[in-house]
Structure formats: structure tokens, C-alpha cells
């Protein structure tokens, strides 16, 4: 279907649009003013939908390292993704899918194809009309497909990057094509206060605007990122230095706790503010109650549970955002603070046995994520060795329960050399391997076994006791499985297979007997877990360990 036919059937729909970009720098928190606006209108009754324009080339995340641009976030259908479409989900409680995650590098990558196909009829192609339209078609696709009353995108980066304007200039265009008050421009700007002038500037959010009007851009309401309250003089200011009417500019606060954006923004009366814009007659407030018993919970006193997260890496939390996230909110259902421990795995692995003692000696729970190649490894088998014979919780997380498993395969099958083929090719006991659908895969991304797989769960095991179902699906990122020629051994030294993807016979949940809580699960549930409905699994882990 061309852009006409698709511009004709969005506008008949209901759907209305806000597209939120940044100003200043980056790491403003644009993901979380989209999540939060989309917490006020689906809390007012309206049905949200949201993606993330990325300006990078890369076609997706998955060959990305999690130090350079984060966690990436695996949907139900497979996708590998930024991990804002994680804040989208644990903030927003909906399942997002591929369409929600879109890069420059698909955009051309599409354009190019066509033009290998012939589709372009042998003209020359340019970035107007070409690039912009495949973008516009992306969005009246998803817009369709979706049928919400809202569509929340946001644009990464910041505005005046090079990569960024391809998606600038769709919008331009958008906002022409959509009747009026169709399109909301939300931009989100820095406004920092200078200690040692004692005030606050405005100047670089003007300045982020008019890069925007050379851009053909003038945004309808601005966010203003702020540690500090801001004035109305400041607001009238703004107002006439960029444009916008004075009450559609909000101050975007620095706060603790996530939930408080959402009530300082509404207590601004953005929700009104924005259906007043949109022409909706009747007005709806937003229900709050849920969002507001949590943050009770978060700010009140609780029992300290120590938790160590043992990671490869180490610097920055954004490569275990949904790991910390779902922690954070099994804490919050249990009304314990979680306290947590990052632990360098290669350090791990240069301590003696006494030390190994020391570093663990305070901790409630041991939770060992997921991760590729052998860097590390040594120090993680350490810790899952300590949590085994200390009978202390721990939850292993796709490369976690390998590790799991291989420490058990050393320590208790007594097979010495135990090991995964991904960390040494020529192990004599490759408790882990490679499946064969993926030994003679060569390209690295989107290859793995990726997504939402049915798990079914052994009657009367922990896991199943845990989650209260016979089945269920959890998403999954990786390449490794447990070799079954294992299986007997290792059941008949204790370990239960709790849970299996019975269509391949292949083991997603891996418990010890007699242990107090020693579970390890081959799928990501961190991926699963929302601030009002944390994981079953991470759930329960903190339930043990604050014991």
C-alpha cells in the first residue's frame, strides 16, 4: 500500500500521535517521559501503543556490546531491541513487538533491497522522497496495525546529530500530512542550574528549538529536564523564546523513584493539557492509585536484603537494567529494600577460597546473568559453587543456569573438565553445546533462539510451585543448551529439570533438590517483570533470601 492510501486510512482511524524528542544531550530520560506519558493516558482509559526511531545504522542491537549501547531487550516475537522498549513494557505493562523498534540502518537497509529488486523503476533514489517515505510508511503501518487511540515515538539522540535528521524530516512532513492537531511534538530539553551563578538558564533549550526551526520544526509543548522547579517567569521566557504557549511547557523533574514522574506531571495537569490539545471533548482524569500505593511502599522503611549481582560487565548498569529493574520490584511486592552487590566475575576468579568466603559472607542472594564467550566464567562457577554449599538463593539467568549446571557437572558428577562448547571447543564433557540447528550458523545477529517459547513445568517442583501454572512462555536469548546425554547424571545426583521446551526437548528450568532456593532458568524472566507485576521467579528469590 503507498503513503497516500496508508496517510487516507490512518487519518479515518482514531489514533493520534506524540512524538517526543531531546535537546542538549543525551541520557535525558526521553524513554521515561514516553513511558510516563503513556502511564497518564492509559490510566485515563485510552489504549497506548509505543516505538523507538533509533538514528544508529546498525540494523538492530544484537551485535551491539552491552557497554556501548546497553541492554538489549528481546521481545515476544524475537526482536532484539533497545532497551528503552524495556522501560516501555515495565512501565507501561504491555508486550511490545518488532515493529516498536525501528533503526536508520532498516531504513536504508529496506531501500537498498527495493532497489536490488527493481522497485524503483531505475530512478535514482534519494533521501526525499525515498528514505523519508519508507519511515512515514513505518509509521502509518504500525499505526494501523495497532489501531490505538495513541502512538507514543520517540526519536534517540539528540537533536542537531548528523544521523538523527532523516527522522526529523519524516516527522516535518507528518505533521503536514495529519490533520490538524493530529500530531503532538513534545521536546524534551535540558535547563541546568549553575551553582556558582545561583540561577537557571534557559538559553540551551532556545538554542536546541531553533536548531529544530532550521529543521522546519517548532515543537507544541516542551519538557523542561530540570533539577530544580522552574518559574513562570522562566516558562514565559521559553514561551516566547521558542515558540510554545507557556501553558503547555512542564517542568520534567529530577526525582528518587520512577513513580513520582507520573505524579509530578499530572499534578502539572499534563493529561489535561494534552487531550485539550488533541480537541477531546471529554476530558478524562488519571487513576493514579495503583502508582501511588507503590510509591508509598518504595518510601517506606524496610528490612536491607543484600543481593550480589556477579557480572562481566562492570562500569555501567545499563547492560543489567531489567535484571536490577525486576529485583528492585520483587523488593518492593516482599517490602524489602534490595541492596545490591556488583560483583566483577574476573575478580572473583583471582580470590582464595577464605576470601570467596568474605566477599559472600553478608550476602541474602546470588544472581548470575546471562552473557557470551569464556571471560568471566571461572569466577561465576565460584559463586554458584558458594550459593550450593552454603544453601544460599540463587537465581542463574539463561548463562547463569549453564553455569549452574556446569559447576554441579564438576563439583558433584565429579567430571573435572566440565564445560560449555562456547567457552573450550574441545572439553571432554560438554555439559553445554550447541544445538544443531545453530553449528553451522555463521552470521551473528538475529541467529539465536529468540523470543517467547512454551515452557512446560514438572508437577510438583519448585518452578512449578512458583509460577502456579502447568505452562507458560518466557523469552529467550541465546545460542547454548544442556546436552541431554547428561540428563540421568545429573538426576540422579539431584538436580531436577523443572521445566522443558517439550516440542525440542530442550531443558528451560534446572533446580536442585533439598535446596532452599537454587534455580536456574535457560529463558530471561527479568524480561517478563513490570514495577506493578514483578516475575514469579525473581518473586519468590527475594521472598527466600529475605528470610
Same mark, same amino acid.
Given at each position: 500500500?503507498?503513503?497516500?492510501?496508508?496517510?487516507?486510512?490512518v487519518?479515518k482511524q482514531?489514533t493520534?500521535f506524540?512524538?517526543?524528542t531531546?535537546?542538549?544531550?543525551?541520557?535525558?530520560?526521553?524513554?521515561?517521559?514516553?513511558?510516563?506519558?503513556?502511564?497518564l493516558l492509559?490510566?485515563s482509559?485510552?489504549?497506548?501503543?509505543?516505538?523507538?526511531w533509533?538514528?544508529?545504522?546498525?540494523?538492530?542491537?544484537?551485535?551491539?556490546?552491552?557497554?556501548?549501547?546497553?541492554?538489549v531487550?528481546?521481545?515476544?516475537?524475537?526482536?532484539?531491541?533497545?532497551?528503552?522498549?524495556?522501560?516501555?513494557e515495565?512501565?507501561?505493562?504491555?508486550r511490545?513487538?518488532?515493529d516498536?523498534?525501528?533503526?536508520?540502518?532498516?531504513?536504508?537497509?529496506?531501500?537498498?533491497?527495493?532497489?536490488?529488486?527493481?522497485?524503483?523503476?531505475?530512478?535514482?533514489?534519494?533521501v526525499?522522497?525515498?528514505?523519508?517515505?519508507?519511515i512515514?510508511?513505518?509509521?502509518?503501518?504500525?499505526?494501523?496495525?495497532?489501531?490505538?487511540?495513541?502512538?507514543l515515538?520517540?526519536?534517540?539522540?539528540?537533536?542537531?546529530?548528523?544521523?538523527?535528521?532523516?527522522?526529523?524530516?519524516?516527522?516535518?512532513?507528518i505533521k503536514?500530512?495529519?490533520d490538524?492537531?493530529?500530531?503532538?511534538?513534545?521536546?524534551l530539553?535540558?535547563?541546568?542550574y549553575?551553582?556558582?551563578?545561583?540561577?537557571?538558564?534557559?538559553?540551551?533549550?532556545?538554542?536546541?528549538v531553533?536548531?529544530l526551526?532550521?529543521?522546519?520544526?517548532?515543537?507544541?509543548?516542551?519538557?523542561?529536564?530540570?533539577?530544580?522547579?522552574?518559574?513562570?517567569?522562566?516558562?514565559?521566557?521559553?514561551?516566547?523564546?521558542?515558540?510554545?504557549?507557556?501553558?503547555?511547557?512542564f517542568?520534567?523533574?529530577?526525582?528518587?523513584?520512577i513513580?513520582e514522574?507520573f505524579?509530578?506531571?499530572?499534578?502539572?495537569?499534563?493529561?489535561?493539557?494534552?487531550?485539550?490539545?488533541?480537541?477531546i471533548?471529554?476530558?478524562?482524569? *488519571?487513576?493514579?492509585?495503583?502508582?501511588?500505593n507503590l510509591?508509598?511502599i518504595?518510601?517506606?522503611?524496610?528490612k536491607?536484603?543484600?543481593?550480589a549481582?556477579?557480572?562481566?560487565?562492570?562500569?555501567?548498569?545499563d547492560?543489567?537494567?531489567?535484571?536490577i529493574?525486576?529485583?528492585e520490584?520483587a523488593g518492593?511486592?516482599?517490602k524489602?529494600?534490595i541492596?545490591?552487590?556488583?560483583?566483577?566475575?574476573?575478580?572473583?576468579?583471582?580470590?582464595?577460597?577464605?576470601?570467596?568466603?568474605?566477599?559472600?559472607?553478608?550476602?541474602?542472594?546470588i544472581?548470575?546473568?546471562g552473557g557470551?564467550?569464556?571471560?568471566?566464567?571461572?569466577?561465576k562457577i565460584?559463586? *554458584?559453587?558458594? *550459593?550450593?554449599?552454603?544453601?544460599?538463593?540463587?537465581?542463574?539467568?539463561?548463562?547463569?543456569?549453564?553455569?549452574?549446571l556446569i !559447576?554441579?557437572?564438576?563439583?558433584?558428577?565429579?567430571?573435572?573438565?566440565?564445560?560449555?562448547?562456547?567457552?573450550?571447543?574441545?572439553?571432554?564433557n560438554?555439559?553445554?553445546?550447541?544445538?544443531?540447528?545453530?553449528k553451522?550458523i555463521?552470521?551473528?545477529?538475529?541467529?539465536m533462539?529468540?523470543?517467547?517459547?512454551k515452557?512446560?513445568?514438572?508437577?510438583?517442583?519448585m518452578?512449578?510451585?512458583?509460577?502456579?501454572?502447568?505452562?507458560?512462555?518466557?523469552?529467550?536469548?541465546h545460542?547454548?543448551?544442556f546436552?541431554?546425554?547428561y540428563?540421568?547424571?545429573?538426576?540422579?545426583?539431584?538436580?531436577?529439570?523443572?521445566?522443558?521446551?517439550?516440542? !525440542?526437548?530442550?531443558?528451560?528450568i534446572?533446580?536442585?533438590?533439598d535446596?532452599?532456593?537454587?534455580?536456574?532458568?535457560?529463558?530471561?524472566?527479568?524480561?517478563?517483570?513490570?514495577?506493578?507485576?514483578p516475575?514469579?521467579?525473581?518473586?519468590?528469590?527475594?521472598?527466600?533470601?529475605? !528470610?
Amino acid at each position: 500500500m503507498d503513503n497516500i492510501k496508508l496517510l487516507e486510512k490512518v487519518k479515518k482511524q482514531k489514533t493520534k500521535f506524540i512524538i517526543v524528542t531531546g535537546g542538549v544531550c543525551s541520557s535525558l530520560g526521553k524513554g521515561i517521559l514516553v513511558s510516563s506519558l503513556g502511564v497518564l493516558l492509559k490510566n485515563s482509559g485510552y489504549t497506548v501503543s509505543v516505538a523507538k526511531w533509533d538514528p544508529y545504522l546498525n540494523v538492530d542491537p544484537g551485535t551491539m556490546s552491552p557497554l556501548v549501547h546497553g541492554e538489549v531487550f528481546v521481545t515476544d516475537d524475537g526482536a532484539e531491541t533497545d532497551l528503552d522498549l524495556g522501560h516501555y513494557e515495565r512501565i507501561l505493562d504491555i508486550r511490545l513487538n518488532k515493529d516498536s523498534s525501528v533503526s536508520s540502518g532498516q531504513i536504508y537497509q529496506e531501500v537498498l533491497n527495493g532497489e536490488r529488486e527493481g522497485k524503483y523503476l531505475g530512478k535514482d533514489i534519494q533521501v526525499i522522497p525515498d528514505v523519508i517515505n519508507i519511515i512515514k510508511n513505518r509509521l502509518f503501518n504500525f499505526a494501523i496495525n495497532h489501531n490505538t487511540d495513541f502512538v507514543l515515538i520517540e526519536i534517540g539522540g539528540t537533536v542537531g546529530d548528523i544521523e538523527g535528521g532523516i527522522f526529523l524530516e519524516a516527522v516535518r512532513q507528518i505533521k503536514i500530512d495529519l490533520d490538524e492537531h493530529k500530531l503532538m511534538h513534545a521536546h524534551l530539553s535540558l535547563v541546568p542550574y549553575l551553582e556558582w551563578a545561583h540561577e537557571i538558564k534557559t538559553k540551551p533549550t532556545q538554542h536546541s528549538v531553533i536548531a529544530l526551526k532550521h529543521l522546519g520544526l517548532i515543537p507544541d509543548t516542551l519538557f523542561l529536564r530540570t533539577d530544580y522547579p522552574t518559574t513562570d517567569k522562566i516558562k514565559e521566557k521559553l514561551s516566547i523564546g521558542c515558540g510554545v504557549k507557556k501553558e503547555l511547557i512542564f517542568d520534567a523533574l529530577t526525582v528518587k523513584n520512577i513513580p513520582e514522574i507520573f505524579v509530578n506531571l499530572n499534578n502539572q495537569d499534563v493529561n489535561t493539557r494534552i487531550q485539550e490539545f488533541f480537541n477531546i471533548k471529554k476530558i478524562k482524569q *488519571a487513576n493514579l492509585k495503583d502508582w501511588q500505593n507503590l510509591l508509598n511502599i518504595i518510601k517506606s522503611e524496610k528490612k536491607l536484603v543484600n543481593i550480589a549481582l556477579v557480572a562481566k560487565y562492570v562500569g555501567n548498569n545499563d547492560p543489567y537494567i531489567s535484571i536490577i529493574k525486576a529485583l528492585e520490584s520483587a523488593g518492593n511486592y516482599n517490602k524489602v529494600k534490595i541492596n545490591l552487590e556488583i560483583l566483577e566475575a574476573e575478580k572473583l576468579e583471582k580470590l582464595s577460597e577464605k576470601e570467596i568466603k568474605k566477599v559472600f559472607s553478608k550476602i541474602d542472594g546470588i544472581v548470575v546473568p546471562g552473557g557470551f564467550d569464556k571471560r568471566g566464567i571461572e569466577g561465576k562457577i565460584l559463586a *554458584a559453587k558458594y *550459593a550450593r554449599e552454603n544453601n544460599i538463593p540463587y537465581l542463574g539467568l539463561c548463562l547463569g543456569m549453564q553455569i549452574m549446571l556446569i !559447576e554441579f557437572a564438576r563439583n558433584i558428577l565429579k567430571l573435572k573438565d566440565a564445560s560449555s562448547t562456547e567457552f573450550d571447543k574441545n572439553t571432554k564433557n560438554p555439559v553445554i553445546c550447541l544445538i544443531e540447528e545453530q553449528k553451522n550458523i555463521k552470521n551473528k545477529g538475529g541467529t539465536m533462539r529468540l523470543g517467547a517459547y512454551k515452557c512446560d513445568l514438572l508437577l510438583g517442583s519448585m518452578a512449578q510451585k512458583i509460577y502456579n501454572k502447568k505452562d507458560i512462555l518466557e523469552r529467550h536469548r541465546h545460542r547454548y543448551e544442556f546436552n541431554n546425554k547428561y540428563k540421568k547424571e545429573f538426576e540422579n545426583k539431584g538436580i531436577i529439570f523443572s521445566g522443558t521446551y517439550k516440542k !525440542e526437548n530442550l531443558v528451560e528450568i534446572s533446580e536442585i533438590k533439598d535446596h532452599k532456593f537454587m534455580i536456574g532458568s535457560q529463558f530471561h524472566p527479568e524480561f517478563l517483570s513490570t514495577f506493578l507485576h514483578p516475575h514469579p521467579l525473581f518473586r519468590e528469590f527475594i521472598k527466600v533470601a529475605k !528470610e
